[in-house]
């Protein structure tokens, strides 16, 4: 499943017009894996990619994360920038692997210990706080061997935006669990609070 611009930006710590900027050619530090036919939309890897840009772009400047990931783009084995762990370090970049860590911006770095937690947990960003990844408010969960990764209702396939929809339309959670019995209660209000920093994250401006 894809995901849209609004919720790419809400989930991955950037803004709309961030990402915007970002996809754009020539340099482009992430092109959609999912866009044709001028509709933008990001895969579950673009989005991990997208948390380690918003990280990282608290710590060094655009240009130092621009340059890092031209230098990955020059490997002859470059892959999708998602499977890469990228850490700020001493005003560079550190690209950290099982054995070894290389400077991408400079030249050889000392080893780091880094771990994917810092890009699914909790972090600080420029627009905020952006949300754990694989929790983003309790009762929902982001899996990305359920429906692609989208945002579902803990424990089930129902997509966080269909309870949301359905609350927005004056249904209480005793409702929507007629329709749909395996969502808690926890699971509506969560998706609730999820779509309502989806909207409000949208109207945040990039320091």
Same mark, same amino acid.
């Given at each position: 499943?894809?995901? *849209?611009?609004?919720?790419?930006?809400?989930?991955? @710590?950037?803004?709309?017009?961030?990402?915007?900027?970002? #996809?754009?050619?020539?340099?482009?530090?992430?092109?959609?894996?999912? *866009?044709?036919? @001028?509709?933008?939309?990001?895969?579950?890897?673009?989005?991990?990619?997208?948390?380690?840009?918003?990280?990282?772009? #608290?710590? %060094?400047?655009?240009?130092?994360? #621009?340059?890092? %990931?031209?230098?990955?783009?020059?490997?002859?084995?470059?892959?999708?920038? *998602?499977?890469?762990?990228?850490v700020a370090a001493d005003d560079t970049?550190?690209?950290?692997?099982?054995?070894?860590?290389?400077? %991408?911006?400079?030249?050889? @770095?000392?080893?780091?210990?880094?771990?994917?937690?810092?890009?699914? $947990?909790?972090?600080? =960003?420029?627009? =905020?706080?952006?949300?754990?990844?694989?929790?983003?408010?309790?009762?929902?969960?982001?899996?990305?061997?359920?429906? =692609? $990764?989208?945002?579902?209702?803990?424990?089930? #396939? %129902?997509?966080?935006?269909?309870?949301?929809?359905?609350?927005?339309? =004056?249904?209480?959670?005793?409702?929507?669990?007629?329709?749909?019995?395996?969502?808690?209660?926890? @699971?509506? *209000? $969560?998706?609730?609070?999820?779509?309502?920093?989806?909207?409000?994250? $949208?109207?945040?401006?990039?320091?």
């Amino acid at each position: 499943m894809a995901y *849209s611009s609004a919720l790419t930006a809400a989930l991955s @710590g950037a803004s709309e017009s961030q990402l915007a900027n970002w #996809r754009r050619e020539p340099n482009a530090l992430l092109v959609p894996e999912y *866009s044709n036919s @001028g509709k933008v939309r990001y895969s579950f890897r673009d989005l991990l990619a997208l948390r380690t840009v918003a990280k990282l772009r #608290r710590e %060094v400047s655009l240009q130092k994360i #621009r340059k890092a %990931v031209a230098n990955l783009k020059n490997l002859d084995d470059f892959r999708h920038l *998602s499977n890469y762990t990228l850490v700020a370090a001493d005003d560079t970049i550190i690209w950290v692997q099982e054995d070894q860590a290389v400077d %991408v911006v400079k030249r050889p @770095g000392q080893h780091m210990l880094a771990t994917m937690h810092d890009i699914l $947990g909790e972090f600080e =960003g420029w627009t =905020g706080t952006v949300v754990p990844l694989e929790r983003p408010k309790p009762g929902l969960r982001i899996n990305p061997s359920v429906l =692609g $990764g989208y945002p579902v209702i803990d424990e089930t #396939r %129902v997509p966080y935006d269909t309870v949301a929809s359905l609350a927005a339309d =004056g249904l209480d959670a005793q409702r929507i669990q007629y329709f749909y019995p395996s969502v808690t209660d926890i @699971g509506v *209000s $969560g998706a609730v609070a999820f779509d309502q920093y989806v909207s409000e994250y $949208g109207r945040r401006r990039a320091a």
